[in-house]
C-alpha cells in the first residue's frame, strides 16, 4: 500500500492554496492524502509567522499528529520555517524544515529523510527564493484560492512576510488563465485572488511585466468561472482603473479587502505604509460611488509602538465615520528582525487588549449596519459544503454570509435570495418557516429560485 500523508495549514489563504499545491505533489508522487486525525506515515505543516504565538501553535500541531501516529515522519514547512528553522527543531517529534525555496521540492527531500534523532533542515536564504511556484486550492472547499503573486517589495516596519516570502514576483496572465480554467471545468464557481501583495502583481525576474488591472480584465473573460474575488490589497495600489472595472465586470464581485492598519497618519509614517489616511478615505469613496453595495473589509493593528491614547482615538473615530463593513483587527506583538520591535513608546499589553476590544465592537457595529442596508434586496448566494448544527453556509457576491437547512442539492449551487432579517444563531425556528437563516447576526433570507 501507498504511503500515506496529511496537512495542517495554519495561517492566509496564500498558505491554504501552498498546502493543497504540496498535496497534489505528494499524490503526483504516489502517496495517499489522509485527513490530519487519521494515523498517517507523513505529516506535513505548514506555518505562518504573521499570527502570534507561532511557536507554540506549531508545537500543539505536532504534539496533535504524533497522537495520532508516534511513528509519523513531521515535516514543517511555511514562513516560520523559513524564519526560525533551528527554533523548529527544538519541537520534539520534528524530524525536517524546509524553507521557502525547498517546500515545493519536498518529495526529493522526504526521499532522503530516515528517523533519527537529529531533525534535518533545508533553508536557503530568502534571497536565493526568486521564482513563483503556481499554486491553488482544490476539494477543501467551494471556493478556490488561487495564488497569482509571492513575495513583498515592501518594507512595513512591523512586518517578517518578506523576511519569510522574499521579494515580489508573479506568474504570467497565460498561465494565471489556463488555472483558472482548470479550476472552472473541475466544478468549482468562484475564485479567490490571492498573494502577499497581490496589487504589486506582474513583476518577473526583478522586471514590471504587467500591471494588476492587465489580470483582473483577462480573467473577467474566463466563462468557465462565475466569481472572482480580490483578496487582500493595499490602497495605494488599488487604483481608480481597478475600481471603475470591478464596478462594471461581469464577473469580479463588489467585495474589497483593504488593510488600513491606522487611522493615525503619524502612525502611519512610523508603519513605512505609503498612503496616508486622506488617501484610504478617498478609496472608500470611490468605491462607494460606483458599488453602493459593495463590501467593504478593512485591516487595522492596534498597539503599535508609539501609538498613544490620542492616535487610537483618532483610529477609532476615522473607522466609525467610514462607510466600511467589517473590521480584522490586529493587536500589535513583537516581531525578531523588525523595525518596530527596536522603537521605544511600548504599548501596555492591558492597553492592547483594551484597544482591540473597542476595535471589535465597531467591527460588529459596522458589520450590522451594513447588513442593514441590504434588508429588502436580492442576491445570488453561492452556498457551500459546510455543515454545522444541520445548517449549511454561502455568500452573497458583495460578501453577505447566509445559512439555510442542509440540502445537499444546493451544495455549489447559486441561489437568488431575498434579504429579509438579520437574526442571532438560534434566534428563528426554521423547521417553521420558509426563510433561509444566517448565523450570528448575519441576514436571513427567502430563497426564490435556484440557477446554474
Not at 485527513?35 to 507523513?42: R, S
Not at 445559512?403 to 455549489?412: C, E, F, G, H, S
Request: hydrophobic share 35%; aromatic share 8%.
Amino acid at each position: 500500500m501507498s504511503k500515506s500523508v496529511a496537512f495542517y495549514t495554519l495561517g492566509c489563504k496564500l498558505n491554504f492554496s501552498e498546502t493543497s499545491a504540496i498535496g497534489r505533489i505528494f499524490q503526483n508522487a504516489g502517496y495517499r492524502p489522509i485527513p490530519f486525525h487519521d494515523p498517517a506515515d507523513i505529516y506535513v505543516i505548514n506555518t505562518c509567522s504573521v499570527t502570534e504565538n507561532a511557536d507554540r501553535k506549531c508545537r500543539k500541531v505536532v504534539r496533535e499528529a504524533l497522537s495520532h501516529s508516534p511513528d509519523a515522519y513531521i515535516v514543517v514547512v511555511g514562513c516560520y520555517a523559513q524564519l526560525k528553522p533551528r527554533e523548529i527543531t527544538e519541537i520534539p517529534g520534528v524530524d525536517m524544515v524546509l524553507g521557502a525555496a525547498e517546500k515545493f521540492n519536498i518529495i526529493e527531500h522526504i526521499n532522503e529523510l530516515t528517523k533519527s534523532t537529529e531533525p534535518i533542515i533545508h533553508n536557503a536564504p530568502i534571497a536565493e527564493t526568486n521564482v513563483f511556484i503556481p499554486a491553488f486550492s482544490v476539494g477543501d472547499r467551494t471556493r478556490t484560492f488561487l495564488k497569482v503573486q509571492d513575495g513583498c517589495d515592501y518594507s512595513c516596519t512591523f512586518c517578517t512576510i518578506p523576511l519569510a516570502r522574499g521579494a515580489s514576483r508573479s506568474g504570467t496572465i497565460a498561465d494565471i488563465m489556463k488555472q483558472a480554467e482548470d479550476i472552472g471545468a473541475s466544478g468549482v464557481k468562484e475564485i479567490v485572488l490571492t498573494g502577499v501583495n497581490i496589487g504589486d502583481f506582474g513583476i518577473r525576474d526583478g522586471e514590471r511585466c504587467d500591471r494588476f488591472i492587465d489580470l483582473v480584465k483577462a480573467l473577467d473573460e474566463v466563462e468557465s468561472i462565475s466569481r472572482f474575488r480580490i483578496s487582500s490589497i493595499e490602497p495605494n495600489l488599488l487604483t481608480d482603473e481597478v475600481i471603475a472595472f470591478v464596478a462594471q465586470s461581469k464577473r469580479f464581485v463588489p467585495h474589497f479587502h483593504i488593510p488600513l492598519q491606522s487611522g493615525s497618519n503619524r502612525i502611519l509614517g512610523l508603519m513605512r505604509r505609503r498612503y496616508k489616511r486622506e488617501l484610504y478615505a478617498d478609496r472608500v469613496a470611490r468605491i462607494k460611488a460606483l458599488m453602493p453595495d459593495c463590501c467593504i473589509g478593512v485591516d487595522v493593528i492596534v498597539g503599535f509602538p508609539g501609538e498613544t491614547r490620542e492616535d487610537f482615538l483618532e483610529t477609532y473615530q476615522f473607522l466609525n465615520e467610514l462607510d466600511i463593513s467589517y473590521l480584522h483587527v490586529f493587536t500589535y506583538s513583537e516581531r525578531e528582525n523588525t523595525i518596530a520591535a527596536q522603537m521605544e513608546g511600548a504599548v501596555p499589553g492591558a492597553q492592547r487588549g483594551e484597544r482591540s476590544k473597542m476595535l471589535h465592537i465597531l467591527s460588529e457595529k459596522k458589520r450590522r449596519a451594513f447588513y442593514q442596508t441590504q434588508l429588502g434586496k436580492e442576491g445570488d448566494v453561492l452556498f457551500e459544503s459546510d455543515v454545522k448544527d444541520g445548517y449549511m453556509h454561502g455568500f452573497s457576491r458583495n460578501y453577505v454570509k447566509v445559512r439555510t437547512p442542509y440540502d445537499p442539492l444546493l451544495v455549489n449551487e447559486t441561489v437568488t435570495v431575498k434579504f429579509t432579517e438579520i437574526t442571532d444563531q438560534g434566534e428563528m425556528d426554521v423547521e417553521e418557516l420558509p426563510e433561509v437563516l444566517v448565523h450570528e447576526g448575519d441576514v436571513s433570507t427567502q430563497r426564490m429560485h435556484a440557477s446554474d
